[in-house]
């Protein structure tokens, strides 16, 4: 395990280019089916006024961060985004951990999160964390994908 100090915290609006460079170093695997980057300043931004980034830091800079959304008794993450250089050092799970933590702390009893189809490496990730496939959404990103894909939706009981 890594030795340097890590903090966990809230991303504010000074954060918004951290974020989109994380985020989209991580999803950079997806260029074979998208063509473009995964997210913008705009989109962070208003990510950021519906839900909230969970952010990892350590004294090399920014490792990984998370987006949350409280749905009710549910709470919903996506773009869990670990630096490339940083991938396979647990980050994802200490990002997921701390998502899960926050959303029992605000009364979710569930936590739910989706994937596309051609991410083959995801599932086996998310099967050791506990997540279970709940079923299929149709793909409804904002571009067209040089593949056909779908969404894999997948929950875990917090209780």
């Avoid at 918004?16 to 260029?31: C, P, Q, T, W």
């Avoid at 571009?143 to 209780?159: N, R």
């Amino acid at each position: 395990m890594d030795s340097n100090l890590q903090t966990i915290r809230q991303a504010n609006p000074e954060d918004v280019d951290s974020l989109v460079r994380i985020i989209n170093a991580a999803f950079g695997v997806e260029k074979f089916f998208i063509e473009r980057d995964r997210i913008d300043s705009e989109t962070v931004r208003k990510m950021l006024n519906k839900g909230r980034f969970l952010l990892v830091e350590d004294d090399t800079g920014l490792a990984a961060c998370i987006y949350l959304e409280l749905r009710g008794k549910r709470g919903y993450f996506g773009l869990l985004s670990v630096d490339p250089s940083r991938q396979k050092s647990g980050f994802g799970r200490k990002m997921v951990n701390a998502g899960e933590d926050f959303f029992r702390a605000n009364g979710c009893r569930y936590s739910d999160m989706r994937i596309v189809n051609l991410r083959a490496e995801l599932p086996a990730f998310y099967d050791r964390l506990g997540y279970k496939v709940t079923g299929t959404e149709q793909f409804d990103g904002p571009v067209e994908t040089l593949i056909p894909c779908h969404f894999i939706l997948y929950s875990k009981p917090l209780f």
